[in-house]
T-cell receptor, first 111, second 114 residues
Framework: AQSVTQPDIHITVSEGASLELRCNYS??????LFWYVQSPGQGLQLLLK??????LVQGIKGFEAEFKRSQSSFNLRKPSVHWSDAAEYFC?????????FGAGTTVTVRA | DSGVTQTPKHLITATGQRVTLRCSPR?????VYWYQQSLDQGLQFLIQ???????AKGNILERFSAQQFPDLHSELNLSSLELGDSALYFC?????????????FGPGTRLTVL
């Protein structure tokens, strides 16, 4: 089964700065990849997904992600972070009927 | 708001007890998934139902069971509870059972076992 790894447990970024969260997937056929965000005390909200086609995917809240097969990566980016982006971010891969999640990256935004 | 509802929001109970968590999927969705989120295990898939039938099982303990009813709502039953069962339990739904179907998550039920 495919899996994902998020190498960064915690990232601190200044408001207005750019953000990049890393996600690496295990080798296999074209993976179905997702990024979800979990705000404190909230459920998981889908930011974006990649199935095929254009490797640069646009999502909600100004996020984008780029699928790079050569690097087995699906990194999430945002050009300018807002204080409301402080949350935990999960990368996930679809395995048959289920999602397999990474350990998550907690983003702290400082003023 | 994803359209997926879960009740109760919080549940505090004692070891050895049994609880039932309830999930109502988004209107029109036929699949329901249950996930457990804990500090040591992260987010783990438990079980999936599609149109009333069990479709896939993950790391679900034998003490746990689930079902999906004709109106498509689902219940997760946890019995003989242990301290280690304390976690956030999420329900998600999707329109069908394809791998590419987006799963929409509810707000979760936080279970505390004392």
């Amino acid at each position: 089964a495919q899996s994902v790894t998020q190498p960064d447990i915690h990232i601190t970024v200044s408001e207005g700065a750019s953000l990049e969260l890393r996600c690496n997937y295990s080798y296999g056929a074209t993976p179905y990849l997702f990024w979800y965000v979990q705000s404190p005390g909230q459920g998981l909200q889908l930011l974006l997904k990649y199935f095929s086609g254009d490797t640069l995917v646009q999502g909600i809240k100004g996020f984008e992600a780029e699928f790079k097969r050569s690097q087995s990566s699906f990194n999430l980016r945002k050009p300018s972070v807002h204080w409301s982006d402080a949350a935990e971010y999960f990368c996930a891969v679809a395995n048959d009927y289920k999602l397999s999640f990474g350990a998550g990256t907690t983003v702290t935004v400082r003023a | 708001d994803s359209g997926v509802t879960q009740t109760p929001k919080h549940l505090i109970t004692a070891t050895g007890q049994r609880v039932t968590l309830r999930c109502s999927p988004r209107s029109g969705d036929l699949s329901v998934y249950w996930y457990q989120q804990s500090l040591d295990q992260g987010l783990q898939f438990l079980i999936q139902y599609y149109n009333g039938e069990e479709r896939a099982k993950g790391n679900i303990l034998e003490r746990f069971s689930a079902q999906q009813f004709p109106d498509l709502h689902s219940e997760l039953n946890l019995s003989s509870l242990e301290l280690g069962d304390s976690a956030l339990y999420f329900c998600a739904s999707s329109v069908a059972d394809r791998t590419t179907d987006t799963q929409y998550f509810g707000p979760g039920t936080r279970l505390t076992v004392l």
